[in-house]
């Protein structure tokens, strides 16, 4: 993968999963956003294509957090559910939003709420890390999807 994801989308990702807020189908998946009012879609093919039309992967051209919940769903990236489970609940769109979209604040912000010890933080962080340096490895390609984002509520 050519541009990388800012880390804070893999925790971003694991919420999702923690929360059970995605519909996974054989070749589409949709993300309910952390707060639920939005709905993202993400759609690949067997060539390694993923589109999305969340914010980071339409507009910035990295794999956003739904992308990034489809290829951990799928195995191409590796999953630590005992790290994802911790991530249960975060209010990650208040958190980007009180902190300006500083991810590395949110991140630690996040990490208190959780109440995560340090040894916790460490085996979050290289959890992180080996799905980033896996995904780096990946011969997948991001877009845009041009299927509106569905509001809830």
Known sequence: MEKLPPLQKFYEAYSVIADDRFDLAPQQLTVRSSEGAKEYT?????????????????????AGYPVLVALLLQGRLPLDEEVASWFADVPWKQLNEAHKRDYDAALEEAFDLKGLD??????????????????????????RLSEPVRKLG
């Open 42 to 62: 993400v759609t690949w093919d067997d060539g390694g294509h993923y589109r999305s039309n969340d914010n980071a992967t339409y507009w910035q051209g990295y």
């Open 118 to 143: 340090m040894a916790q933080r460490l085996q979050a962080e290289a959890a992180v890390d080996a799905d980033q340096e896996a995904l780096a490895e990946l011969a997948v390609a991001v877009g």
